[in-house]
């Protein structure tokens, strides 16, 4: 992961810069973390579909949280994600 996006009750968003996936079309990975005893509860978001990939620790109702954060945030994630890209040319 590269973009820091936010940090809210100790859970950390960042994401990746846009990506092409094998079938031509543009993703970006978003990741939701937080400390826990052993390590890192996490859950992998696909961007723009918003599809949850992989999880471990996060409750269900904590999941459905995720997925409308990234629907409410997901534009500015890929104007950040882009901003990266034009930098970087």
């Keep these: 992961m590269k973009n820091y996006y936010s940090t809210i ?14 079938d031509g079309f543009e ?15 996490f859950a992998e978001w696909k961007l723009p579909c918003i599809c ?17 954060y990234l629907r409410n945030n997901a534009p500015l994630m890929w104007d950040l994600a882009r901003e990266e890209m034009v930098t970087i040319a």
């Design 27 to 41: 993703t970006i990975l978003a990741r939701f973390e937080r400390p826990n005893e052993n390590g890192f509860d």
């Design 52 to 68: 949850n990939v992989r999880s471990y620790g996060f409750s269900e109702d904590e999941i459905m949280e995720q997925e409308r």
């Design 9 to 22: 009750n100790h859970v950390v968003l960042t994401f990746s810069d846009i990506k092409t996936n094998t």
